[in-house]
């Protein structure tokens, strides 16, 4: 076994320790600077090393117990070994360091605290083997038997309880819960899979079983309120599975935005556009996903919303579908960022008011870049959606220079 003393200089962007052992760069998980540790190599690349500590010699004055059982096993809150607060700051800085080093930007940034550090997300996947329910271990395929998941809604755990209702011997089960507590679960294995119902409604609200993406009880959905307004969840569609900073976003965008036409990138299910759709004359939702564009119109006849016009499509292809005169947008693309002919269709559209929510601050800092000889960035705003974890969303305001 290869193991090497490291003295921690810094934490990297995933909030890994970072050392050097003979000049070559090692990243070690559960590590804080000014802490020397004994490590050993559990990976070695030509250009950097990976490693776990096996033993503490000082112990920085930031760490903290983590409050959860599964920590270190799981891999999920890899933040746990210091404050909540000191996250924030950890994030604070990682974004502003990414946006002066991609961007060139030097700006002042707050963050948002999780309204719940725990108990926050309505969705929750796990893995099955043998008949136990757990998480995997971080980077690997060893099962980590979970009978509760602090991060998740009490109305998930209460699912947990009654495993013994369930004979599922391999596969994967996701569970989902509303502001109602209504439950929806759903199952893929190719084992024979046997579900007590009756008992299991004796003790959660369940209003549909879906297995192998056949619904084999109730219905394939249920139905969110959100900001005064319903959604319909599918067991499958991608809906915001930390609602209550994701209302804290949705506030910062209805202060920050208006406008007589909003073009929706990237729109889902339509939750962003439908809760702005009072402010607009007109509203254009794109989106890719069929599913989502079907719950999206659906949605909308639910609210009784009628100036949204959904397409299904490639976002990069926007300029086919828009005959108004977009001046306000709001995208939300995945982590890759925009493509630079987005961006250039973007700037020739001339839109005025731009609302770009980001999950990856790198491919932000780097379409900000493109955007900035055009665009004032007026605000960069993060909201803290997953506790304890690296993630951190970003919400930028532009304004047509």
Not at 160 to 182: H, V
Not at 235 to 254: E, G, P, R
Not at 371 to 378: A, M, P, S, V
Request: glycine content about 4%; charged content about 25%; overall charge positive.
């Amino acid at each position: 076994m290869d193991i090497k003393k490291v003295k921690i200089i810094k934490l990297d962007d995933l909030g890994r320790g970072i050392g050097y052992v003979n000049d070559k760069i090692i990243f070690i998980p559960n590590a804080l600077p000014n802490e020397l540790v004994s490590v050993k190599i559990t990976y070695n690349n030509k250009k950097y090393l990976e490693g776990e500590v096996i033993k503490y010699y000082n112990k920085s004055l930031l760490r903290t117990l983590s409050f959860c059982p599964y920590y270190n096993l799981c891999g999920g809150c890899s933040l746990q070994h210091i404050s909540y607060l000191d996250t924030l700051e950890f994030k604070k800085e990682k974004v502003k360091n990414i946006l002066n080093k991609f961007a060139k930007l030097d700006t002042d940034i707050d963050i948002v605290k999780n309204e719940k550090e725990i108990n926050y997300r309505n969705k929750i996947e796990l893995k099955i083997e043998d008949n136990i329910w757990g998480y995997y271990n971080n980077k690997s395929h060893s099962l980590v038997s979970i009978d509760y998941c602090l991060i998740a809604l009490s109305s998930i755990n209460e699912v947990l309880k009654y495993k013994k209702y369930f004979d599922i011997k391999n596969g994967s089960i996701a569970i989902r819960s509303n502001s109602n507590n209504e439950i929806l679960i759903s199952i893929n294995s190719k084992d024979k899979v046997d579900i007590n119902i009756n008992e299991i409604k004796k003790y959660i609200n369940l209003k549909g079983v879906i297995v192998n993406d056949k619904v084999i009880y109730n219905n394939s959905y249920f139905i969110e309120e959100f900001d005064n307004l319903k959604f319909k969840v599918n067991y499958n569609s991608f809906f915001q599975v930390n609602l209550f900073t994701f209302k804290k976003i949705v506030d910062y965008i209805k202060e920050n935005i208006s406008g007589n036409n909003l073009l929706d990138l990237y729109c889902g299910v339509g939750i962003l556009g439908q809760v702005l759709s009072n402010k607009f004359k007109k509203v254009y939702g794109i989106e890719l996903n069929e599913d989502s564009i079907k719950d999206a119109n659906y949605n909308m006849k639910l609210n009784n919303i009628n100036n949204i016009k959904y397409v299904c499509s490639d976002a990069k292809d926007m300029m086919k579908y828009i005959n108004d005169s977009i001046d306000t947008l709001i995208v939300d693309p995945p982590r890759s960022g925009l493509l630079k002919s987005m961006i250039e269709d973007i700037i020739k559209l001339n839109i005025k008011n731009i609302i770009y929510v980001s999950c990856n601050p790198i491919s932000l800092s780097r379409d900000l870049n493109l955007l900035k000889d055009n665009y004032e960035i007026k605000d960069i705003k993060l909201f803290d959606m997953f506790s304890y974890t690296y993630h951190v969303e970003c919400v930028c305001i532009l304004n047509l220079r």
